[in-house]
């Protein structure tokens, strides 16, 4: 597995949102550890049980939290990822879409610069199966195993995890990278990710259309991936 698992703290920025409410309570119920919500002027009140602050740094202090999950509107997700970064969250997912691709460059920019790490925007999120779900990946049809899947589609996430559950292969991690030109973690950096992971025994690279970055995956892969690898490219 990588970047999550069931030990996790999790925070969500926009957690009293209509969109936030939902997903909080759809991760809770999954079993991830969300130990807090971030709302300015909400703090001290309570979302499905869970703590609301003000601040992303007192959601921090009084939860020990490392990772954040956002879902703020477009113009706000550069202010809350700095307030992230600056708390010290070490792993933002980015669920938001429609973010202005000069923010997106600030922020991957930024993350960067602290060693973090960005999934997304305009993605449905990470999950290791059975252990963690962050976003608005639907929990049921993953199933605890070893393959590792990186995904730049949606729907084509949620289509070929449940044809890998029906088949009985289990999935490490997977991940949701987004589909917008400018984004955080990529699939170089995922296969990397995966390829140095002992739990993880095969890896899934599902692509779309447009850019030169399945290709570039496919250059990297051959020249450094010794595990099974496969692709599929939608579109």
Same mark, same amino acid.
């Given at each position: 597995?990588?970047?999550?698992?069931?030990?996790?703290?999790?925070?969500?920025?926009?957690?009293?949102?209509?969109?936030?409410?939902?997903?909080?309570?759809?991760?809770?119920?999954?079993?991830?550890?969300?130990?807090?919500?971030?709302?300015?002027?909400?703090?001290?009140?309570?979302?499905?049980?869970?703590?609301?602050?003000?601040?992303?740094?007192? /959601?921090?202090?009084?939860?020990? /939290?490392?990772?954040?999950?956002?879902?703020?509107?477009?113009?706000?997700?550069?202010? /809350?990822?700095?307030?992230?970064?600056?708390?010290?969250? +070490?792993?933002?997912?980015?669920?938001?879409?429609?973010?202005p691709p000069?923010?997106?460059?600030?922020?991957?920019?930024?993350?960067?610069?602290?060693?973090?790490?960005?999934?997304?925007?305009?993605?449905?999120?990470?999950?290791?199966?059975?252990?963690?779900?962050?976003?608005?990946?639907?929990?049921?049809?993953?199933? +605890?195993?070893?393959?590792?899947?990186?995904?730049?589609?949606?729907?084509?996430?949620?289509?070929?995890?449940?044809?890998?559950?029906?088949?009985?292969?289990?999935?490490?991690?997977?991940?949701?990278?987004?589909?917008?030109?400018?984004?955080?973690?990529?699939?170089?950096?995922?296969?990397?990710?995966?390829?140095?992971?002992? +739990?993880?025994?095969?890896?899934?690279?599902?692509?779309?259309?447009?850019?030169t970055d399945?290709?570039?995956?496919?250059?990297?892969?051959?020249?450094?991936?010794?595990?099974?690898?496969?692709?599929?490219?939608?579109?």
């Open positions: 597995m990588i970047l999550v698992d069931k030990n996790t703290k999790v925070i969500v920025q926009g957690a009293t949102g209509k969109m936030g409410s939902t997903h909080t309570k759809r991760m809770l119920d999954y079993g991830t550890k969300i130990v807090g919500g971030v709302t300015p002027g909400k703090g001290g009140t309570k979302i499905h049980g869970v703590p609301v602050f003000d601040a992303v740094k007192e /959601a921090v202090d009084a939860t020990g /939290a490392t990772t954040s999950v956002i879902f703020v509107p477009p113009y706000y997700v550069l202010d /809350a990822g700095y307030e992230a970064l600056d708390a010290g969250i +070490e792993l933002i997912v980015l669920i938001t879409e429609g973010v000069q923010d997106t460059a600030k922020l991957v920019a930024a993350v960067k610069a602290r060693g973090a790490k960005l999934v997304g925007p305009n993605c449905p999120g990470v999950i290791t199966p059975g252990q963690s779900l962050l976003g608005i990946l639907p929990g049921n049809i993953f199933k +605890e195993g070893s393959v590792g899947m990186i995904s730049r589609s949606g729907t084509l996430t949620y289509e070929i995890a449940l044809a890998l559950t029906e088949a009985g292969h289990g999935q490490s991690t997977c991940v949701g990278i987004g589909g917008d030109p400018v984004k955080g973690l990529n699939f170089i950096e995922l296969l990397d990710l995966f390829r140095s992971d002992p +739990e993880t025994h095969a890896i899934l690279v599902i692509g779309e259309i447009g850019g399945e290709e570039a995956a496919a250059a990297h892969a051959r020249r450094h991936v010794r595990k099974p690898a496969v692709a599929s490219i939608a579109g």
